[in-house]
Structure formats: C-alpha cells, structure tokens
C-alpha cells in the first residue's frame, strides 16, 4: 500500500546544530507540506512543494529549509536548532491542487 | 492568525450521544476539511464540503458548511469511545493557492 512515512520519529539535539527531518510518500503525489504543531497553534505551515525543484515558504518558515529534487522525498533542514523549534512535526502530500492531505505519524523534536 | 477556529476547545460526552463540532473562518474559501487526530498519530482526513455544498455525510458524520457565517459544523451521531480524537477543521481559502490553513482543533472524550 502507499504511504508517507518520517523519520527518524523522536529527537532530541542541541542548540545550534543542523537537523533534518526525512518525509518519503509513495503515492506519487506532486503536492508536499511540512507543518508544526504546538498547543495553543493548532497546525502551522512551514513549507511546501508542488513539484520537483519547486519549494515556497509557508507561515512560519525562518530557520528552515527544504528541497525538493525527486517526487517521493521532501526533507526539512533547521541549520541551526534554536528552543523556539522544539515541537512535533508533521509531512503530508496530496495529489492535486484541491482535495484531502495525507499525513504522516509525525516527528517529535526536542531540542534542548 | 489562524484561519479557522474550532469551537469548544474540548468536550465531553457519554457514549451513544451525540457530538457536534463547530468552526468558524475568516475569508472566502474554496472548500472546508474535517480531520480527526488519535493521540500520539498523523492526521487523517474525515470529510471535505465544498464552497458550493451546503451539506455532506459520511457513515455517521454529518458535515454544514454556511458560507454566508462563515461557519462549519461536524457531527457525530451514536458516538462510540472510539471517536476519543481531537478534531480539526482546515480551509482551502480561494487566495492560498491550495494551501490548508488549519484550527487549533476539539479535543473530544467519549465516555464508555
């Protein structure tokens, strides 16, 4: 069956080093999300992707960055980890410019 | 500033009852989501009511969608301890370029 799964799904780094947060879908969707999620901000976007080699900034996307170079994968990059990003992080994809979002189980990332 | 907004933030009910779920936004959309979270897990999509639809169903869901309010609600009938999620509305607004905006959700307890 297709699915979009993240990895790894908990971290925990320090302030100032570089992570990044793996999202691979194989649904062969064109559209990827990165969001966060934080109590009291419900779901905010970060950045997406319509197509290979396009990337846009979402609402809240300083101290992050994506690229996209193939259709499956959508990796996030914080270059340097700051307090402020601790939260969980969601991947999702859909196929088209209207329609549902198909989400991943998420990535929890501490940073201390 | 959130697009949507979930109201109540949580809410109680014996099982077999009914649930409703309201959320309001704030500009013009091109069509309204409904998903449901489980503790710890990704989101998954419920229902999508277009901006031309006054009403949809699913199973036991049973999404209005009043665009003169601005206003969406979602229920569920004969609610089983199951349905224990949060519940999240998202918009399509017709400016965003097919980009979900999302509400801070409605923590739901069904009770055995």
């Known amino acids: 069956d297709a699915e979009i799964t993240q990895s790894p799904r908990h971290k925990i780094t320090e302030t100032g080093r570089q992570v990044t947060l793996a999202c691979h879908q194989t649904?062969?969707?064109?559209?990827m999300f990165w969001y966060r999620q934080d109590l009291g901000h419900g779901l905010r976007l970060i950045h997406y992707?319509?197509?290979?080699?396009?990337?846009n900034k979402g609402e809240v996307s300083d101290g992050y960055s994506v690229s996209r170079s193939n259709t499956e994968d959508l990796p996030l990059t914080l270059e340097s980890a700051a307090s402020s990003q601790t939260s969980v992080y969601f991947c999702?994809?859909?196929?088209?410019?209207?329609?549902?979002?198909?989400f991943g189980e998420g990535s929890r990332l501490t940073v201390l | 500033s959130q697009q949507g907004e979930e109201d109540p933030q949580a809410l109680s009910i014996q099982e077999g009852e009914n649930a409703t779920m309201n959320c309001s936004y704030k500009?013009?959309?091109?069509?309204l989501q409904w998903y449901r979270q489980n503790s710890g897990r990704g989101l998954v999509h419920l229902i999508l009511?277009?901006?031309?639809?006054r009403e949809k169903h699913s199973g036991r869901l049973r999404v209005t969608l009043d665009t003169s309010k601005k206003s969406s609600s979602l229920l569920i009938t004969a609610s089983r301890a199951a349905d224990t999620a949060s519940y999240f509305c998202a918009t399509d607004p017709e400016t965003s370029g097919s980009r979900l905006t999302f509400g801070e959700g409605t923590q739901l307890t069904v009770n055995p």
């Open positions: 500009t013009s959309i091109n069509n």
């Open positions: 009511i277009r901006s031309n639809e």
């Open positions: 992707s319509y197509g290979v080699q396009d990337t």
């Open positions: 999702a994809s859909s196929p088209g410019p209207v329609g549902e979002l198909f």
């Open positions: 649904w062969n969707h064109n559209n």
